[in-house]
């Protein structure tokens, strides 16, 4: 299993700043991966986070709108960029070890 | 693309029943999750499966993929109100299970009166 924090657990946040959440998983991992969760939806992947090479973004999302960092095996960085209210969700890293584990969630509300 | 389709999208039972929540896919599945989530909250892992046939129970959560691996039910036994929230479901969405991205349903939610 793996063990994964993000930071923040929420935002509100205004229309047009950024966001940036933080995720730090307790074991080395090759793959992060970056989903969002609008409000009464399931689950959509924006992007799959590799160490040392640039994120894989998923049909409709961009890396202008949503910038990933991965700097090191445990730890990923999503940025929401210049935010709308259409951007209120909840988002979610994960890691694939064998099977996907999740983390807490960051619930993000922009007015 | 596969889709995931979850029924019922909702459930409302009386504390100590039995339920069933079904995860229909549009093509073979080559790995199928289930997870719980509270409302606003991250994704609990329950389990992963993988075979035809395959069943796995955790606690009084048992989850069965079918031989043809297009469709995964998920059973509580006398359910509790621990029980409650969203019930979803997850696929690798490419076949052979090895791009480890996840394709999932719309959720079920669960209600469990005392």
């Known amino acids: 299993s793996a063990v994964i924090s993000q930071k923040p657990s929420r935002d509100i946040c205004q229309r047009g700043t950024s966001l940036t959440i933080q995720c730090q998983v307790d074991s080395q991992v090759t793959m992060m991966f970056w989903y969002r969760q609008q409000p009464g939806q399931s689950l959509t992947l924006i992007a799959t986070?590799?160490?040392?090479?640039?994120?894989?973004?998923e049909s409709g999302f961009v890396i202008d709108k949503f910038p990933i960092s991965r700097p090191n095996l445990t730890f990923s960085t999503l940025t929401v960029s210049n935010m709308s209210p259409e951007d209120s969700s909840i988002y979610l890293c994960s890691v694939d070890v064998g099977e996907q584990f999740f983390g807490p969630g960051t619930r993000l509300t922009v007015l | 693309s596969q889709e995931l389709e979850q029924s019922p999208q909702s459930l409302i039972v009386q504390e100590g029943k039995n339920l069933t929540i079904n995860c229909t896919s549009s093509?073979?599945?080559?790995?199928l999750y289930w997870y719980k989530q509270k409302y606003g909250e991250g994704l609990i892992f329950l389990m992963m499966?993988?075979?035809?046939?395959e069943e796995k129970s955790h606690e009084k959560i048992t989850a069965k993929l079918d031989e043809k691996k297009q469709q995964s039910s998920l059973h509580i036994t006398a359910s509790q109100p621990s029980h409650a929230g969203i019930y979803l479901c997850g696929a690798d969405a490419y076949s052979g299970g090895s791009n480890y991205k996840l394709t999932f349903g719309k959720g079920t939610l669960l209600t469990v009166n005392p």
């Open positions: 093509k073979t599945l080559y790995g």
């Open positions: 986070a590799n160490q040392g090479s640039e994120a894989t973004y």
């Open positions: 499966l993988q075979k035809g046939g």
